[in-house]
């Protein structure tokens, strides 16, 4: 998965962030491809691989998808070295990540921003989902960084 381009990032008051480490199902928690063939059984395509583990890749791209939609600032992930200057962190936990039977993405995430170790919103429950341009991974894969980029603008709009 990749950020998508938004273009530059928004004028206003700076902010220093962490994305903090994502939980994601045990189910997903594996190198290779997962996508429903049912509404009661999941398909793992052996030959179709992340890249990365996806909890690190959701982080990743999460970040990069903040610093587009927020002023100039410090957005950092807890798998690099944090400044100290961080102010506030979001806590996500993925129970659901993948394409169902007739290839749509659903991502259902809960998030929360802390500031200094207390909440700061309470929990959020998203549901989004995004329909692929055709049936190949490729678009399947462009489907799911476009829901992480949903997921980057609701959270902007709570940090703005």
């Given at each position: 998965?990749?950020?998508?381009?938004?273009?530059?990032?928004?004028?206003?008051?700076?902010?220093?962030?962490?994305?903090?480490?994502?939980?994601?199902?045990k189910y997903l928690d594996?190198?290779?491809?997962?996508?429903?063939?049912?509404?009661?059984?999941?398909?793992?395509?052996?030959?179709?691989?992340?890249?990365?583990?996806?909890?690190?890749?959701?982080q990743r791209v999460l970040?990069?998808?903040?610093?587009?939609?927020?002023?100039?600032?410090?957005?950092?992930?807890?798998?690099?070295?944090?400044?100290?200057?961080?102010?506030?962190?979001?806590?996500?936990?993925?129970?659901?990540?993948?394409?169902?039977?007739?290839?749509?993405?659903?991502?259902?995430?809960?998030?929360?921003?802390?500031?200094?170790?207390?909440?700061?919103?309470?929990?959020?429950?998203?549901?989004?989902?995004?329909?692929?341009?055709?049936?190949?991974?490729?678009?399947?894969?462009?489907?799911?960084?476009?829901?992480?980029?949903?997921?980057?603008?609701?959270?902007?709009?709570?940090?703005?």
């Amino acid at each position: 998965m990749t950020a998508l381009d938004r273009g530059a990032p928004v004028a206003g008051r700076s902010v220093a962030i962490s994305v903090a480490t994502v939980g994601i199902p045990k189910y997903l928690d594996r190198p290779q491809i997962v996508r429903r063939a049912s509404a009661v059984e999941l398909g793992v395509a052996e030959f179709e691989r992340w890249g990365e583990p996806l909890g690190d890749m959701v982080q990743r791209v999460l970040a990069q998808d903040l610093t587009q939609r927020l002023p100039r600032g410090s957005i950092v992930t807890t798998s690099r070295t944090l400044t100290g200057d961080e102010t506030s962190s979001i806590e996500l936990d993925l129970s659901r990540f993948d394409a169902d039977a007739d290839g749509t993405i659903v991502l259902d995430v809960q998030w929360r921003i802390r500031r200094n170790g207390r909440a700061l919103s309470s929990l959020q429950s998203v549901h989004i989902t995004r329909r692929p341009a055709d049936a190949t991974t490729p678009a399947t894969v462009k489907a799911m960084s476009d829901a992480l980029g949903d997921l980057a603008a609701r959270i902007a709009a709570k940090l703005r």
